[in-house]
């Protein structure tokens, strides 16, 4: 399991944590800048020994993190997100382009674009059951793994990449400024 990225509480890494020490054979690879504060606490937890902590890493390696990894993990519980959820974080984005499936919030957008594209496992961020429910199937299930992995990557060269979204602001542009 991967996480490149802002090693902050709104990412439930401490739950991960907890819950990677309750899985067999399963490693979380964790990358990015945290406070020491927060990471020293993530260190005293059971699961920390199967953690790979490779701190800030550069961009050129994140894709090379991913393409080692089975799953990547987005458990955001941010106020700001809320259950209505925001496309503004790319962390859903960044596993689907790299051929991953995603374990994620069940946050309303997140929820569609997973149950539309078929490329990951919607869970309730601080059910820890769930998460390990979902974490098991994927590593159970290996070829649909792999399905839903091919599918969010084709979801993101189709449907969610710059020239797509470059079009609809053109459009939009367009039509503010006929008015």
Known sequence: ???CGGITEQWCHDIIVDMIG???KCNYILAGKGKEEYLNRLKQKSGW?????LGVIPFEKVAEVYQNSMVGIALNVSTQIGKEGSLGNTKLFEYMLAGI???CSDNRL?????????CGIVVDPLNKKEIVTAIQ?????PEKA???GKSGRRAVLKYFNWSVEEKKLCN?????ALR
Request: charged share 35%; glycine share 2%.
């Open 1 to 3: 399991i991967c996480f």
């Open 172 to 176: 939009l542009y367009q039509k503010l």
């Open 22 to 24: 309750k899985i067999d």
């Open 101 to 103: 499936p995603v374990i």
């Open 49 to 53: 020994g199967k953690v790979k902590y």
């Open 146 to 148: 792999r399905e839903m």
């Open 137 to 141: 199937s994927i590593f159970l299930e």
């Open 110 to 118: 997140w929820k569609e674009i997973i149950t539309k594209y078929k």
